[in-house]
């Protein structure tokens, strides 16, 4: 926890996650968020989920393996997401910017992944939500992180959510919200991620 000054003049403790989820509206949070993405991607690797750039990790984050849709190697991205039943949602904003991610479009060519939360993989199917399920879901991805809206004023584009089902051959249904815890997007190099830490 960090501090602020109140009105008063007194010291009151301030969650690092309300401080992020403030900035997220601004150019050049995003623009950290970009430039820190592959940190991200190995501090959550190495901690198994628990800390980010941000800190403990306080916003339900997971990490989707792709397969790079040029390459047919394995990518990886660290994302925000809720959860829906037992499968996990993602919105593919890439920070605001007038092109898709490549994990998205990856997934658009090979929609079997790996999602990864605090350590434990499950295979998904990710397919892109319906009409009924954006008006239902697209408002728990932006109470999660209020940065997508100006996100999608900035990119000019529509955000494809994917809804990530668990692939049925036995393995756990995804933790909760809480728990967890490129022109075209060129898969040959690491990906931009779409959260803090896109």
Do not use: K
């Amino acid at each position: 926890m960090s501090a602020e000054s109140g009105r008063t003049g007194t010291m009151r403790r301030v969650n690092p996650t309300d401080l992020a989820r403030r900035a997220a509206r601004t150019r050049w949070f995003a623009a950290l968020g970009r430039a820190t993405s592959r940190l991200d991607r190995r501090l959550q690797r190495a901690t198994d989920g628990r800390w980010t750039v941000l800190g403990r990790a306080h916003l339900p984050q997971l990490v989707l393996t792709t397969t790079g849709r040029r390459s047919g190697e394995p990518r990886e991205v660290v994302l925000l997401h809720a959860v829906d039943g037992g499968s996990w949602v993602v919105l593919a904003s890439n920070w605001g910017q007038a092109h898709h991610p490549a994990w998205a479009l990856n997934l658009l060519a090979a929609p079997h992944a790996q999602v990864t939360v605090r350590g434990a993989t499950t295979p998904v199917v990710a397919r892109v939500a319906g009409p009924d399920e954006v008006d239902r879901l697209l408002p728990r991805m932006r109470a999660i992180w209020p940065g997508y809206e100006a996100y999608a004023q900035r990119a000019g584009r529509e955000l494809y959510l994917f809804v990530l089902d668990p692939v049925s051959d036995g393995t756990a249904a995804p933790a909760g919200p809480g728990t967890a815890d490129s022109a075209d997007g060129s898969d040959e190099t690491d990906e931009t991620d779409d959260q803090p830490g896109g």
